[in-house]
């Protein structure tokens, strides 16, 4: 019976310690992130000022499929900083009503380069609406949401970026 209950241990303790593989792990999502060479916009603050922000680079990473290094600029009203991080894949879900469409969410940490009130980090989630067979001419809606703290700690914002211009940021889902 000491047996039994060891080897039931053994295997409830092994199946929640699993952690749960990326589905996708074998799509390329660079061409999105960097949304075909092309800027993001949003707003920053609670003054809702526009924000610019470009990845001019997204890297796959080989040993960690749902991960990509990503590299770019943010610009604000003027104040441009370079800024390297990683987007974290997460999650997908099928989307109702659209079956050949597919959710993609995950999370993100972009740290911007430099010194100065104005050089901080962005945090949050991101959601990309996709096409589930992905090709070289599919086009996806990248939706980025979260927070941007200066590395000084006084200032801390909400923030968002699209490729669109959604009607309400408020009523876009992220996981």
């Given at each position: 019976?000491?047996?039994?209950?060891?080897?039931l241990?053994?295997?409830?303790?092994f199946?929640?310690?699993q952690?749960?593989e990326?589905?996708?792990?074998?799509?390329?999502?660079?061409?999105?992130?960097?949304?075909?060479?092309?800027?993001?916009?949003?707003?920053?603050?609670?003054?809702e000022?526009v924000i610019?922000?470009?990845?001019?680079?997204?890297?796959?990473?080989?040993?960690?499929?749902?991960q990509y290094?990503?590299?770019?600029?943010?610009d604000?009203?003027?104040?441009?900083?370079?800024?390297?991080?990683?987007?974290?894949?997460?999650?997908?879900?099928?989307?109702?009503?659209?079956?050949?469409?597919?959710?993609?969410?995950?999370?993100?940490?972009?740290?911007?380069?430099?010194?100065?009130?104005h050089v901080?980090?962005?945090?949050?989630?991101?959601?990309?609406?996709?096409p589930k067979?992905?090709?070289?001419?599919?086009?996806?809606?990248?939706t980025f949401?979260?927070?941007?703290?200066?590395?000084?700690?006084?200032?801390?914002?909400?923030?968002?970026?699209?490729?669109?211009?959604?009607?309400?940021?408020?009523?876009?889902?992220?996981?």
């Amino acid at each position: 019976m000491k047996n039994y209950l060891l080897l039931l241990l053994l295997v409830f303790s092994f199946s929640f310690g699993q952690t749960k593989e990326f589905p996708l792990k074998n799509e390329d999502f660079s061409n999105y992130l960097m949304n075909y060479e092309t800027p993001f916009y949003g707003t920053i603050s609670t003054k809702e000022t526009v924000i610019k922000l470009k990845i001019e680079k997204a890297v796959k990473n080989p040993k960690k499929a749902e991960q990509y290094l990503v590299s770019g600029y943010s610009d604000v009203d003027g104040n441009k900083a370079k800024f390297s991080g990683q987007i974290v894949f997460t999650q997908k879900y099928n989307v109702n009503g659209e079956p050949n469409d597919m959710l993609v969410f995950g999370d993100f940490v972009l740290n911007e380069d430099g010194f100065g009130e104005h050089v901080g980090t962005f945090k949050g989630k991101l959601r990309i609406q996709t096409p589930k067979r992905i090709t070289k001419e599919s086009r996806a809606t990248v939706t980025f949401k979260g927070n941007w703290k200066n590395n000084s700690g006084n200032l801390d914002f909400d923030v968002w970026w699209a490729n669109f211009v959604p009607n309400d940021i408020s009523k876009v889902i992220f996981k």
